[in-house]
T-cell receptor
Framework: SAVISQKPSRDICQRGTSLTIQCQVD?????MFWYRQQPGQSLTLIATANQGSEATYESGFVIDKFPISRPNLTFSTLTVSNMSPEDSSIYLC????????????FGDGTRLSIL | RKEVEQDPGPFNVPEGATVAFNCTYSNSASQSFFWYRQDCRKEPKLLMS???SGNEDGRFTAQLNRASQYISLLIRDSKLSDSATYLC?????????????FGPGTSLSVIP
C-alpha cells in the first residue's frame, strides 16, 4: 500500500489562528480524503480532495473553515481556519483507489490542540 | 438508527481467550466491508476486508451476513498486542469515494 506522510504530526495553536496540514503520498492516487477524529469519537469525513477541482465537503463542514488544496495526484493540504478549542482533534488524510473493494489507507495523523 | 453500530465495550479478556465483535449496518445496499484496528493515539490500520463467503487471516476470522446486515470479527488465542480499538467500516457505494462510514469502534483489552 501507499506510504502516506502527514505534517505536522502535532501542534499546539492559539485560538483564532490557522494551521495548514500537509499530506504527501509516495505514489499517484485518485482519491484523497480528510477526516477528523475528536477525542473518544470515531472518524468523521470532512471532505474528499479532488485533483483539479474543488473539494467535496460533507454536511457540517464548509470550505471557509476547512479550505483544501489538491494540486496533483500525490499531495493535498487541509487548512483549519480561525481555530477554536472545539477544533482540537486528530486530523487524518487517507487515500484509496476507485474500486469500492479497495480499502482506505491512512496517514499517521496530525494531533491538534487549541488553547 | 445509526448507520453503523458496534458494541463499544470495553471487552476485557485474558490472554488466549477467543473474543467476537459484531457490527450492524443500516443500508442494505452497502457494497464492501472492512475491519480496521486503531491503537491509542494512532491512525487506523486495515486489519482485513470482509468477503461474502467469510475469510480468515491467521487468528482473525471475518464474516458477513447480508440478510441480517451484520459483520463479525473473531479473534482466537488473544495476544496482549491485540489490545486496541476495532473499527467496523462500511462502504455504501460502488466506488471508494462513495459514502464510507466508520463505526464508533469496540475497545479490546487483553489482560495477562
Amino acid at each position: 500500500s501507499a506510504v502516506i506522510s502527514q505534517k505536522p504530526s502535532r501542534d499546539i495553536c492559539q485560538r483564532g489562528t490557522s494551521l495548514t496540514i500537509q499530506c504527501q503520498v509516495d505514489s499517484q492516487v485518485t482519491m484523497m480524503f480528510w477526516y477528523r477524529q475528536q477525542p473518544g469519537q470515531s472518524l468523521t469525513l470532512i471532505a474528499t480532495a479532488n485533483q483539479g477541482s474543488e473539494a467535496t465537503y460533507e454536511s457540517g463542514f464548509v470550505i471557509d473553515k476547512f479550505p483544501i488544496s489538491r494540486p496533483n495526484l500525490t499531495f493535498s493540504t487541509l487548512t483549519v481556519s480561525n481555530m477554536s478549542p472545539e477544533d482540537s482533534s486528530i486530523y487524518l488524510c487517507s487515500v484509496a483507489g476507485t474500486n469500492s473493494n479497495q480499502p482506505q489507507h491512512f496517514g499517521d495523523g496530525t494531533r491538534l490542540s487549541i488553547l | 438508527r445509526k448507520e453503523v453500530e458496534q458494541d463499544p465495550g470495553p471487552f476485557n479478556v485474558p490472554e488466549g481467550a477467543t473474543v467476537a465483535f459484531n457490527c450492524t449496518y443500516s443500508n442494505s445496499a452497502s457494497q464492501s466491508f472492512f475491519w480496521y484496528r486503531q491503537d491509542c493515539r494512532k491512525e487506523p490500520k486495515l486489519l482485513m476486508s470482509v468477503y461474502s463467503s467469510g475469510n480468515e487471516d491467521g487468528r482473525f476470522t471475518a464474516q458477513l451476513n447480508r440478510a441480517s446486515q451484520y459483520i463479525s470479527l473473531l479473534i482466537r488465542d488473544s495476544k496482549l498486542s491485540d489490545s486496541a480499538t476495532y473499527l467496523c467500516v462500511v462502504n455504501q457505494g460502488e466506488t471508494s469515494y462513495d459514502k464510507v462510514i466508520f463505526g464508533p469502534g469496540t475497545s479490546l483489552s487483553v489482560i495477562p
